[in-house]
DNA sequence: TCAAATTCTTATCTTTTGTTAACGTTTTGA
DNA sequence: TCAAAACGTTAACAAAAGATAAGAATTTGA
């Protein structure tokens, strides 16, 4: 893919947020730059501030935490979604997970240092402003729903859910990292499975 | 507790996102509304739309949900923090939860149509896009640490965590609330507490 | 291509949680 | 003030999940 083509797709999907005139434009692109990640390859690992918002152009990550030895993959992203560990990034303290790539992944990125520049620039600001706000908004939304699920529901009742809404998530992660996102063990996770086929298939 | 004073105090815990100019402080507060709610009352019920953000000047509210006819505590809100069903507010979709009052709770609110009113002002857009990046940023870190603990950690471990860091919510709320907010039930909650007395007391 | 690694399932056993109910204590509200 | 409601603990049993290990099928990567 060429990269006149990338920032055209790009430049699509920030319409959901903001709309920028040609001026615009041409500045924010000056600020973003391209990555591509070799499968298994990490966008960011604990101990190292993250600096970068990536888009993934192609491919698709996931995030993950190590406890007692194990990794515990908690989230996914995939082509046209943004990736980050919002966290680290926002407060500049390092990194606690590790965002790895699952396939060879193409991103477009930009750093902290551009993000800051531009929200002090006044031909940016506040359309950089609206744009933070929005993105926040939309992941703080994904958020509050994962939430309520972990509150709300079983596991058994996450994983019917996830069987209805989760087509992405469920045909192109390997099922013991479906296990952690649902917080579950693969153990638990294949005898779920099971329990749904002898009683429900449908 | 007096209006000027309510108002001061909010505008100082204001500080922490941005700073008003007397100018823009004016024509902030014309949008702001005052409202006391008695114990118990709801601040939101499913099926409304939520059109108010509230910060509370006293009191405290939970959010909780029903769940097969038994409500489901998710979260608490203290003084000095914003209470909104988010999701609902953002979206202009009817709310799914329940946000109530547990003590007699005194808030400072503003509406949707005043905060799209204000973001549609040139001489607050700026401010307000800001105000909005800044309190969805913080809330979306609150949300991003409370998930990790739900995929990388036992209830036990989230009970200890709660132990060491959750001063207001262990000593203000009655422990089957707790227990819901850790996503378990009060029967578990209370032999989690059992078995960390017996095994290590400190 | 082929040995090694990964993935998923299944089984066994242990631990934890859920469910229901009973009981004493505390709080509430009329 | 006092009956009713709410709260926390405990018990007994059922259901689910964790831990560990074995085995088959698939994928991998050199």
Chains 1, 2 share one sequence.
Not at 102 to 117: A, G, P, R
């Amino acid at each position: 893919m060429d990269t006149l083509k990338a920032l055209d797709i790009f430049r699509q999907h920030l319409e959901k947020y903001v709309s920028f005139n040609e001026a615009e434009w041409i500045v924010f692109i000056q600020h973003l730059h391209f990555t591509a990640l070799k499968k298994k390859r990490h966008f960011i690992e604990p101990g190292i501030v993250c600096n970068d918002v990536g888009f993934i152009l192609s491919g698709s990550v996931r995030y993950y935490n190590i406890k007692d030895g194990e990794e515990i993959t908690g989230y996914f992203s995939f082509e046209n979604e943004f990736v980050t560990s919002y966290k680290s990034y926002l407060t500049r303290q390092p990194a606690l997970n590790y965002i790895q790539a699952l396939e060879d992944t193409v991103l477009v990125n930009f750093n902290y240092k551009s993000m800051q520049q531009m929200l002090a620039n006044p031909m940016l600001a506040y359309k950089m402003e609206r744009f933070g706000r929005l993105v926040a908004e939309y992941y703080l939304i994904c958020y509050e729903d994962r939430m309520t699920s972990f509150i709300t529901k079983t596991p058994e009742e996450r994983y019917l859910d996830l069987l209805s809404t989760g087509r992405d998530i469920l045909q192109r992660m390997p099922q013991h990292y479906i296990a952690n996102f649902l917080g579950i063990t693969p153990v638990s996770l294949s005898r779920i499975r099971r329990r749904i086929l002898v009683s429900g298939p449908l």
